[in-house]
C-alpha cells in the first residue's frame, strides 16, 4: 500500500471505529459523548491536512469549501431541529475526515456512481444517503402497524383518534407504533404521539405529529393517569426517535461502497 493509500485507509478506519461506536451509543442511550468528537475531528483534520499538503495542495481551498457547506448544513439542521447535536457533529467531522471521495483507494461497484456531488462535496452524497435510509424506516413502521392490527384485531386509531386528518394518521403510521404507557414512563427518548384534554365530561384524545421535549413529561402523565382510570387504553402511540448517527453510518458505507444512491436512482430513471 502506497503512503497516500494509507493516510486515506486510516481516516476511513478512523470514521468507521467512531462512527459505529457513536451509532451503537445512539441506540442504546440516544446520548454520544463529546469525547468520541474530541478524538475523532482532530485526528481527521491532521490526517487530512498531511494528505493535502503532501500529495496535493490545489484542493486546500476545495476542503475548506466542503467543510464549510458541510457544516451550515448541519448546523442549520440542528437548530431547526431536524438533527441533534450528535448528528450534527458527525457530519463535521465525517467532512474534516472524507471532503472527496476516496478514488486513491477505492472504487465503487457501480463505476457511474461518482456524482458532481461525491466527487467535490462527498459528506452531502453521505447525508443523502442516510437520508434515504431514514426515509426507508418509514415502511418499516407501515408494515409493523398493520401487522399489529391483523395479530392483535384492535383499531389502530380509537375514539376520537378515529375523526384525526388522513394525513395526520399517515405521519403517526410512518414514525411511530403503539407502545405501553408504562415503557414511555421508564424510557425517556420515547416521545408520546398522542394527548388528551377533557371537553365538558368527554376526554378527547389528539395526535401529536412534532414530539415536544418540554411537554413530554406531562403529556405522559396525563395519558398515565387516564390509562389508570380506565378512561384510555394501556397503549398508545409513541416513537422512539430516529438513532439518526444508524443511518449515516450506513449512509457512509453505502457511498465508499455503492457511491450517491439517489445519483443512481437518478440515472436509472431517466435511463
Not at 459505529?20 to 491532521?46: F, G
Not at 494528505?51 to 458541510?70: G, H, N, R, V
Not at 383518534?161 to 408504562?182: Q, R
Amino acid at each position: 500500500m502506497q503512503p497516500l493509500q494509507a493516510i486515506i485507509a486510516a481516516k476511513i478506519t478512523i470514521s468507521l471505529v467512531i462512527l459505529i461506536y457513536a451509532s451503537w451509543r445512539d441506540y442504546k442511550t440516544r446520548e454520544v459523548t463529546n469525547r468520541a468528537w474530541a478524538i475523532y475531528a482532530p485526528a481527521a483534520l491532521t490526517l487530512t491536512l498531511a494528505e493535502l499538503c503532501l500529495y496535493d495542495t490545489s484542493k486546500l481551498l476545495p476542503y475548506a469549501i466542503s467543510f464549510a457547506a458541510t457544516a451550515a448544513i448541519a448546523l442549520l439542521l440542528f437548530y431547526t431541529g431536524a438533527f441533534g447535536g450528535a448528528d450534527s457533529k458527525a457530519f463535521m467531522c465525517i467532512a474534516l475526515a472524507l471532503p472527496f471521495y476516496p478514488e486513491a483507494l477505492l472504487t465503487p461497484i457501480v463505476a457511474t456512481a461518482i456524482s458532481p456531488l461525491a466527487q467535490n462535496l462527498f459528506p452531502l452524497a453521505i447525508f443523502s444517503n442516510s437520508v434515504l435510509f431514514a426515509a426507508a424506516s418509514g415502511i418499516y413502521m407501515l408494515i409493523r402497524n398493520f401487522a399489529w392490527r391483523l395479530r392483535t384485531k384492535q383499531r389502530l386509531f380509537e375514539g376520537t383518534l378515529a375523526a384525526e386528518s388522513p394525513w395526520k394518521k399517515f405521519a403517526v403510521l410512518i414514525t411511530g407504533h403503539k407502545f405501553p404507557i408504562a415503557k414511555l414512563q421508564k424510557i425517556w427518548h420515547i416521545y408520546p404521539m398522542e394527548d388528551i384534554k377533557a371537553e365538558e365530561a368527554e376526554l378527547k384524545r389528539k395526535l401529536v405529529i412534532v414530539p415536544n421535549d418540554e411537554r413530554r413529561n406531562q403529556i405522559v402523565e396525563r395519558l398515565a393517569k387516564a390509562a389508570e382510570t380506565g378512561k384510555i387504553s394501556a397503549d398508545v402511540w409513541a416513537t422512539p426517535g430516529l438513532p439518526m448517527l444508524i443511518f449515516v453510518t450506513a449512509g457512509l458505507i453505502a457511498a465508499l461502497l455503492i457511491g450517491d444512491i439517489i445519483w443512481l436512482l437518478i440515472n436509472f430513471i431517466l435511463g
